[in-house]
C-alpha cells in the first residue's frame, strides 16, 4: 500500500493551529460569507452538532481533512482558519488572473467604514510622516478613536489627516480600501466624551489609559475595491 502523502494544507494544519482561535475563526468567516451552521456543515460533509462543538470547544483539534473541507467551503485557507498567519501581513497571496478594478462611491465607503474597527491614522511627525493603526467608530458620519495625550494619534489634532481602512481577503484575492481626509479636532466637551464612551464597540487594542477622543470630520472620502 502506498502511503499517503499530507498535502501543503494538511501539513500547514498540523504545525499552526492554536487551540481557542479556530472557533472564534470558523464562526467569524461563516459569518461573513453569510452562511448559516446548518448549510457550512452539510456542505462540509459533517453534522452541524460537529460544527458547533468546534465552534464553541475551546480545546476542539480536528484532523487536517476537517479543516481542509471547512477552509473550502468558506473559501478561505487553512492557515487563516488556524491563525498560521497572524504575524504575517495581508496580501500575500498571488494576484487574481483576470482582476477587475473598481472605483466606490461616497454612499459605498460610508457603508464599508460602517460603524467600527481597525484603521490607520496618517499624519505629521518632527521626524516625518507616522501612519498607525487605531480602534475606530463611526458616529454621526465622523471618524473617532482614543488615544492618550502625547502618543502619535493625538498629533492628528488641529491638522487635516487621512485615515484609511480596508480589508484584504487573500484566499480569494479581492479586497477593498477606504481613504478619509478631514480635519481633526479633540473632543473636548465632558458630556460628548461620555456619549463617545457609551457607543463604543471596544476598547482600545492597545490597553492603558486612552481617556483623549479624536473625531475627524470628512472632506473627501474615496475607495476602490478589487474582484476577481
Sequence with gaps: MTARVPTQEAQTARTHHAPGDLGRRIAQRRTAAGLTRTATALRAGMAPSYLRYLEERPGATPDAGVLVRLAGVLRTTVSELTGGDTDLPPGIGHASPHPSFT?????????????????????????????VP?????????????????????????????????????????????????DAEAVTDPAVARLLDERAYTRPWAGGGRPLWVRIEPRLITGRRITT
Design 134 to 182: 487605531v480602534n475606530y467608530g463611526v458616529v454621526d458620519g465622523a471618524v473617532v478613536y482614543r488615544t492618550r495625550p502625547g502618543a502619535t494619534p493625538a498629533l492628528a489634532v488641529g491638522r487635516r489627516v487621512g485615515f484609511e481602512t480596508d480589508r484584504v481577503d487573500d484566499a480569494l484575492s479581492q479586497g477593498w480600501s477606504v481613504l478619509v481626509r478631514g
Design 103 to 131: 472605483e466606490l462611491s461616497e454612499r459605498e465607503c460610508r457603508e464599508l467604514l460602517s460603524t467600527h474597527g481597525v484603521g490607520r491614522i496618517a499624519v505629521n511627525t518632527w521626524e516625518g510622516p507616522a501612519v
